[in-house]
């Protein structure tokens, strides 16, 4: 075994050791949150946020264990080092002080994941635009998170349907088009007055320009 | 990458000249890069956006702890549901000054002297219009729910916290309409459309059976109503060029929905009427400053609130400052509000009028308001309450509550 699967078996260990005190903090946030307000950051949803740091903590330990199969691409890395990372902070303003130390061990686990920075910078670099229509997709995702039932889902969809419409390299045009169509039009118009959504829909279509054209690569300086 | 123009290779005559600036990099190549850094920059803003969305609730206004109070008062039984319907009742600037104490068979109503709002009420008459107001929806709860209340006011004096002692005992359950509209109630502070309310219309809102030295005076007709509507801007201006009054009237003003959320209780964006692209804006930019609020604030009651007027409510006695009356005043109040509400009526309070007369009185100054307000009023009618009634272009949203359960020892 060499060092590199070394590396990689201890991220197996921190990421899971992380996902499970994580569950363990998601549930207690279920159960007695309300009771421990100084431990559990006094949510006003203790229930649903409990919830969602379950859910989250059960992506980070299946990123842990994802990102030991052999021959990951760098997206594919990446994206283990996301799954790992994005809990792992997200969650701070979920359960309170109860996610310290799974905010520890993830955060690590993610930083290490990566094999080699350079290769994952150049591959943000070349698909720049496809990251920034999948960060979209993430804004959509968070303003549905608050959102009343109907927009929620609208917005969820919506959000996803951005994201798949960024990633779906073999799609034909047509289909990722209506991808981004579906993904930030009904939501648009259903919250038009938060404007916000309408801005977001604006900006989509500029940059899935770039990617529906598959052009996104990131400019080269002259040599 | 470089870009070079198509040529003939053999025409020496023209030279192969590639496109490039002084630093070795193509026109094309500053372009993409700065469209590439121009739209991360609106990515980015884009995200700040759409966390001032989430963060403020702008796509689930009313919603959250604050505003379940609206939600559950008709299910909860009992005593604390007749206080879970109190507590939906209206307060100056939402101060919500009350505390209760419930037993099994009788019900006591309590001031809570901390919440005040200062020297905008030096004489806290309008925060026992308040108390007056929960009382009135407190008995009507007790008697939708079978429970028999017999009220007594004061029953330690007026010097006492206690405003009110409510006894109940087992009868046959008598819901009514004001009952039924207590969860639709809500100041509306939005336009109101040009149609008249018919005097008959207006006079059938007051019910003052069981309240005594009280009287209502309507002004509807152009002329008063036009200097009704002068005074009152006149009154705003006055308030908020008296810093104090401007200061303590804003620590009730919530900016954020976190504020909204930990206090539940104060003025907040949902509630100044404004339309729904407006309020969506507003909610996305930082916290006004108190004096872009005070101005905000005169500029509609300018241009919205008198503007759009159908008629304006007075509710006068001939002792103003008994406490008594003011709890009376504030029983009378929300029948006409809950009547209004169940005949699809808007109702707005306006009271910077008689805080003008009241800090005027306490400071010392020369009174200027209480004349004008005089000139409008019958002879020995004295004002307690004013507020503007109209058909809404828009309904009023509901606006923070502290729970029963949270204002309950």
Known sequence: MNRTDQRHRFVVGLGLAGAVLGVAAGAVQVMIGSQIPEWSGAKASPTGLGLLTIGLSLLAGFAAVRQRTPGLTAWGRTACALGLLVPGLLCLSTVGRLWYPSAVLLVVAGVLTIDRWRDTGKAFAQDWFRVLLTVLGCFELLMAAGAAPLL??????????????????????????????????????????????????VVAAVIAIPVIRDDCAQPEVAR | MTTTRKENPTDLSVPSRPIHTRTGVSRRTVLRAFGVGAATVVVAGTGVLSYRVFDNAVLDPGSGKAFEPWHDWQHTPGPMGAVAAAVLAASPHNTQPWIFEVGSDAIDVFVDSARATGTVDPLRREQYVGLGCAVENLVLACHARGLQPVLTLLPDGPGGTRVAHVELSTGNPQPSALYDAIGNRHTNRGPYEGRVVPAATLAALVDGAGLTGLSVQWISDPAPKAATGELLVDAAEALIADEQQSMDGYVWFRNSNDDVQRYRDGLVLDGQGVSPLVLGIAKLLPASSRTSGDQFWVEQTRTVHTATAAAYGVITTSSPDD?????????????????????????????????????????????TFAPRFAELLPPNALPLLTFRVGYPVREGRPTPRRSAVEVTR
């Open chain 2, 323 to 367: 406490r008594r009356n003011q709890l009376n005043a504030g029983r009378l109040l929300q029948r006409i509000h809950l009547t209004a509400t169940s005949q699809g009526i808007a109702l707005q309070h306006m009271n910077q009028v008689t805080e003008r007369i009241d800090r005027e009185s306490t400071t010392g100054a020369a009174p």
């Open chain 1, 152 to 201: 929620m889902v609208v917005g969820i969809a919506g959000g996803m349907a951005l994201i798949a419409a960024a990633w779906l390299r073999s799609a034909p045009r047509a289909v990722l088009f209506g991808l981004v169509i579906v993904g930030t039009v009904p939501f648009a118009a259903l919250a038009w007055a938060a404007v916000v959504p309408a801005l977001l829909a």
